[in-house]
């Protein structure tokens, strides 16, 4: 019979109760870039709803095989963040592989999105051929710094586990990654229904 | 003694925003800036035309380049007290203020340049225009890694009461990614990239004023927390 160390049960209350993860300052952040991307969306409505033909017919030119292989590529890494924040809220040694996992499935995304420049770039269709270009390669783009952000942030609190795997006191830590983490998803589950799907 | 020195230069910000914003708006009337598709010939014709606001507003657009220093180096004593005797973000919070906001006084300057002589040619005035309006977007560069500096730097204080609230440290990274698309300006010359746009300089502009008010109230409140007393 194994007995629960005290912070574990602290842990778990914590879970249940429902209360904000990670500290309410990384929200201001999150709540912050949401208003943002929702002006970008906005912005890009209108654009489109203005050169609608011209938008269609670009649109179709996007390779909707890399895009939806990116969704699944972001959606796994984030299940794997969700894991690793499990596991350290339950002081299990596989947090670290689980955040490690989830560094190489964001990594590859960044990999399939340089073939997928480098291949549009080959094909003529530059960051000025159209307005739908302009609005595909900035989103995209300023998408790409957030998920070498997040990366980073993901790096960042790989580098905090001690030698045994365990991160003590750093659930707020991990919790707060995870939910930026989870911001770079949400966001490219939304551009890439706007700018490959609709 | 020193909370009065501290409150006037914070204060001193918002006598420069509000100075930068009626010179470039009312004054040089160069707020939404000229649209870059504009052709030379109608961006000269604009200075001809509005070339006494140009240049006043001008004058209040660097002099308000250098009243933004005392507030900048009240955000830097604060910085220094978080980081204490080893400073590097302190540092470069400080280098990167020093030339990223005289990019403001040369954009009056330039400003200035493009009025100065309405009987030049248009392709010349619409140069010094087009360097008048890069001086002022691009900034958004040095800005970015500005915000990210002060944003590290505020989240890393330990305190168990931080000099800073911990949600202006994020507010400042939210800012420099906002503030990210001015660096793309050279690029476009229509839509919502180029200088003029939604994008480039809507957002930015409102967001730098969101931070701009939000670093006022925090330090102001700070301030009156005595935060900075005791070594």
Known sequence: MTVQPLSELHGRARSTRGHVPGEEGVWVFIGGDLVAFAVFFITYAVARRQ??????SAQTL??????????????????????AVAAVRR?????????????ALGSSFVIVKAFEYSAKIAQGFTLNSNSFSIYYYMFTGIHLIHVLIGLAVLCFAASRFDRNGQMPGGVALIEGCGAFWHLVDLLWIILFALLYLL | MKSTTMKLCTYMGAVAGTLMFIGIWPLAQMFPPLAPALPAAEVADYYRAHQTGILVGAILIMACSVLFFPFLAAVATFLKKIEGPVSPLTWAFVMICAYGFVTVFFAGLFFTAAAYRPDNPDAIIATLSDIAFFLFVMPAVPAFVQNVVTGIAILGDKRAQPILPRWLGYMNL????????????GLFKVGPFAWNGVLAFWVPAVVFGIWFNLMIFAMLGSIKRNVLAGE
């Not at chain 1, 050169?51 to 269609?56: I, K, M, P, S, W």
């Not at chain 1, 996007?62 to 894991?83: H, I, K, M, Y």
């Not at chain 1, 002081?91 to 490690?100: E, K, Q, S």
Request: charged share 15%.
């Open chain 1, 51 to 56: 050169e609608l033909a011209l938008f269609e």
């Open chain 1, 62 to 83: 996007l390779d909707r095989r890399l895009g939806l292989l990116n969704t699944l590529l972001l959606l796994t890494s984030s299940l794997f963040v969700a894991q």
């Open chain 1, 91 to 103: 002081h299990d040694r596989r947090a670290r592989p689980l955040l490690l996992g989830a560094i």
């Open chain 2, 174 to 185: 939210w800012t420099g990614v906002l503030l990210l698309p001015g660096l793309a300006v």
